[in-house]
């Protein structure tokens, strides 16, 4: 049983930062494909982000450019970067594991063997 654990959510001004992370239990991170996933209230959860077991990374059209995934192999960690944020970036966001993947698919959740408990982002306007 893999638990994930995110790390970083808050509250921010729209233009403003955060940076997520995501610490998998149970092995080095980069045993599993992760992704990032987010869902706003009265939505579908979607996809953001993940990073497939050999580093290959895959994004949605929406953030593009403003957040960047990356592993901190010293802490173990699957970290998401968000820059130049919106209210529309408000959503819970949780992390999510499978054993093995290429390119971590975005729009299959159900590719995902673990899901983290989430971690809260407010951005204001």
């Known amino acids: 049983q893999v638990q994930l654990m995110e790390s970083g959510g808050g509250s921010v001004q729209a233009g403003g930062s955060l940076r997520l992370s995501c610490t998998p239990s149970?092995?080095?991170?980069?045993?599993?494909?992760l992704a990032w996933f987010r869902q706003a209230p009265g939505s579908e959860r979607e996809g953001v982000a993940g990073?497939?077991?050999?580093?290959?990374?895959n994004y949605a059209d929406f953030v593009k450019g403003r957040f960047t995934i990356s592993r901190d192999n010293a802490k173990n960690t699957l970290d998401l970067q968000m820059a130049s944020l919106t209210p529309e970036d408000t959503a819970m966001y949780y992390c999510?594991?499978?054993?093995?993947?290429?390119?971590?698919?975005?729009?299959?959740?159900?590719?995902?063997?673990?899901w983290g408990q989430g971690t809260q982002v407010t951005v204001s306007s």
């Open positions: 990073m497939g077991n050999d580093g290959r990374t």
């Open positions: 149970g092995g080095s991170s980069r045993t599993y494909c």
């Open positions: 999510a594991a499978a054993g093995w993947c290429r390119t971590p698919p975005l729009t299959q959740r159900n590719a995902y063997d673990w």
